[in-house]
């Protein structure tokens, strides 16, 4: 059964501090989403990993993020330096299916940056 | 690009029924609903697809317009547990056939089911 661990699930850190989120399918695949969410965005692509390479960053806000996919057991999203705004819920997301028909959301990490 | 859903929110009594609108500008291969639960991640109830095949879910249906870019949510006989926010998500064809699953989801449906 496909099974998500997040990251921590909760991260308070200050303005200009490194962050890193991660994200540990239970089962290896080798696609991966993460996901950010805010009152005011919504629910926002960031990034997508297939066969561990990354095939669409166009949501990445900016070069302070970037994401890993070392092996298809773990994935990486790491804010440096981090800025209140990037105060969100941050999921990642693995699908049940070759076709991604549907996609199974981890717990999320919920970062506020003071 | 976002899709847009109507309404923003909503409120029921149990066993009302419910219909929530997603609409695309962007031509879509695929329209994809989840529902999220307060603190809690999105979960998937179903996925439309382009040509009429849809995967479902118990008593929650769906319907993909695809001249329009529009796909309804309908809940009938809404209960509790059907309380949370729907976000539909559009994703565009890939060349294997399936959905790549970069999905570009609406801001969501607050539904709330009283007793």
């Known amino acids: 059964d496909a099974g998500v661990i997040q990251s921590p699930r909760h991260e308070v850190t200050e303005m200009g501090q490194e962050v890193t989120l991660r994200c540990k399918p239970i089962?290896?695949?080798?696609?991966l989403f993460w996901y950010r969410q805010t009152m005011m965005r919504g629910l926002e692509l960031l990034i997508y990993?297939?066969?561990?390479?990354?095939?669409?960053d166009s949501g990445m806000p900016e070069d302070r993020f970037s994401a890993k996919m070392p092996n298809a057991s773990f994935s990486t999203l790491k804010i440096q330096p981090s800025e209140p705004r990037d105060s969100a819920v941050y999921f990642c997301?693995?699908?049940?299916?070759?076709?991604?028909?549907?996609?199974?959301f981890g717990p999320g990490t919920r970062l506020t940056v003071t | 690009q976002q899709p847009v859903q109507s309404p923003q929110a909503v409120i029921l009594r149990e066993g009302e029924d419910a219909v929530i609108n997603c609409s695309s500008s962007?031509?879509?291969?695929?329209v994809h609903w989840y529902r999220q639960k307060h603190g809690e991640a999105p979960v998937f109830l179903m996925i439309?697809?382009?040509?009429?095949e849809q995967k479902g879910h118990e008593k929650i249906s769906a319907s993909f317009n695809e001249k329009k870019q529009q796909s309804s949510l309908y809940l009938t006989a809404s209960q509790l547990s059907y309380s949370g926010t729907y976000f539909c998500?559009?994703?565009?064809?890939?060349?294997?056939?399936?959905?790549?699953?970069?999905?570009?989801f609406g801001k969501g449906t607050k539904l709330s089911v009283k007793p």
């Open positions: 997301a693995i699908p049940r299916d070759y076709l991604i028909y549907e996609q199974y």
């Open positions: 089962s290896g695949h080798n696609s």
């Open positions: 990993f297939n066969n561990n390479v990354p095939i669409d």
């Open positions: 962007k031509a879509l291969y695929s």
């Open positions: 439309l697809l382009k040509g009429g």
């Open positions: 998500g559009g994703g565009p064809r890939t060349n294997y056939g399936g959905s790549q699953g970069n999905l570009i």
